[in-house]
């Protein structure tokens, strides 16, 4: 089976402070992608960052960037400099080579004043 | 731009009612979602449609149905709606179906089935 864990339920850090949310997947497929998603209070889901399975360099996008071990099937994404907009649920997901996103069940990642 | 529309954003039912969720989307995709999000769960996928005039089953497709009406529209139904379909339904769209990945999604429909 094709899936995608997150072991965080829940995290918290001080403003300013960098965090990094984990990520873990399964799957047989040489090809593919792995996203994540922010979704804030108001529901509406946004996509942070994307990183394709063939490619070795991590993907960056201002402050969140992503550690991605092909081999050890592990995406972690590192935001820097959080701040208080970062309080959100983050969705880890991969398409594992097919038209659909399957999702990780979510960490949700509160930002201190 | 309104992106993904969902029509109606909060909804309650009694068990064995009936209702429609409504989806448009103005981007052009061919590729639209629903999916659910219970709480621990995450995001299930219950249809999919990889273009108009085709849908096919997600993970959690038992007690739904799908329309797509034509390229901008794509509608989830409950026919006898059950207390475990209290949920809330994200619709997404994609141009080129999960390949590349972006979905976008829709506001959410809170649904409640008493």
């Known amino acids: 089976a094709q899936t995608v864990t997150q072991s965080q339920p829940e995290m918290s850090v001080q403003e300013a402070e960098t965090v990094t949310l984990s990520c873990t997947y399964d799957?047989?497929?040489?090809?593919?992608?792995l996203f994540w998603y922010k979704q804030p209070p108001s529901r509406q889901m946004i996509l942070v960052i994307r990183?394709?399975?063939?490619?070795?360099q991590n993907a960056t996008e201002n402050r969140f960037s992503v550690n991605f071990q092909k081999a050890a099937k592990s995406f972690s994404l590192k935001i820097s400099d959080s701040q208080l907009g970062d309080t959100a649920m983050y969705f880890c997901a991969s398409n594992f080579g097919n038209e659909k996103l399957t999702f990780g069940t979510g960490t949700r990642l509160t930002i201190i004043p | 731009n309104a992106g993904v529309t969902q029509t109606p954003k909060f909804q309650v039912l009694k068990t064995g009612q009936s209702m429609t969720l409504q989806c448009a989307q103005d981007m052009n995709h061919n590729s639209m979602y629903w999916y659910r999000q219970d709480p621990g769960m995450g995001l299930r996928l219950i249809y999919y449609?990889?273009?108009?005039?085709?849908?096919d089953k997600g993970e959690v497709p038992n007690g739904y149905n799908v329309s797509r009406l034509n390229k901008r529209e794509f509608s989830l139904r409950l026919e006898s709606a059950a207390p475990s379909q209290t949920s809330v339904y994200f619709c997404?769209?994609?141009?080129?179906?999960?390949?590349?990945?972006?979905?976008?999604f829709g506001e959410g429909s809170r649904l409640t089935v008493l």
């Open positions: 449609s990889a273009s108009e005039g085709t849908t």
């Open positions: 799957t047989s497929e040489n090809n593919y992608y």
């Open positions: 997404a769209s994609s141009a080129a179906g999960g390949n590349t990945g972006e979905l976008f």
């Open positions: 990183q394709e399975a063939y490619k070795q």
